[in-house]
Every structure is written in C-alpha cells, then in structure tokens.
C-alpha cells in the first residue's frame, strides 16, 4: 500500500499498467534495501551473528520481524522516520 501511495502521490498511477508495475517492483527494492540497512545499523553487535544465521538459513520472514524487534530498541519508529524521508525524497518535497 505504501508503493500505491507513492505512486499515487507522484501523480503516475495513470500511466501504461506494465509500467506502474515495474516501477512498483523497483520502489519495493529500493525501499527493502532502505530498511535492511536500517536493520543493519542498528543491531547491537552481540546479535550479527544470529541475525546473519537466520538469513542464511531462511528463517520466516516473521521470526526475522520479531528477533529484529526484539534486539533492536524502537525498530517502528526507525523505520517509520525511514519511511517517511523514503517518501519526501521520492516526491521532492
């Protein structure tokens, strides 16, 4: 819904479907490389080595949510505030 939304905002819904699409797909990217980072920088150092365990094996992306915010202090708000300069940049504000 958030990629809608900023598709929408940008005032580019109208355009050919396969290319909303693909802009959608790039946006979801950009936006999942965003929070890993996120996630990444903000996990306490005791924990890498876990967290870098459950990618490798696969883990749910639900049991990676809740580990994440488990170790990482006010992870919702780090992500909002993310998300939120994620969309003014998107839309030049």
Known sequence: MFVESLIEDKGLSDLDPMMVTEMKND??????DRLNFIIVNNMPEANIAEFDKM???????????????????????????????????????
């Open 55 to 93: 990618m490798d094996e696969n883990k749910s992306d639900e049991e990676v949510q809740k580990f994440c915010e488990e170790k990482i202090p006010g992870l919702d708000a780090l992500m909002a505030v993310e998300l939120a300069h994620f969309r003014d940049i998107y839309l030049g504000k």
């Open 27 to 32: 946006l979801l990217n950009r936006i999942e």
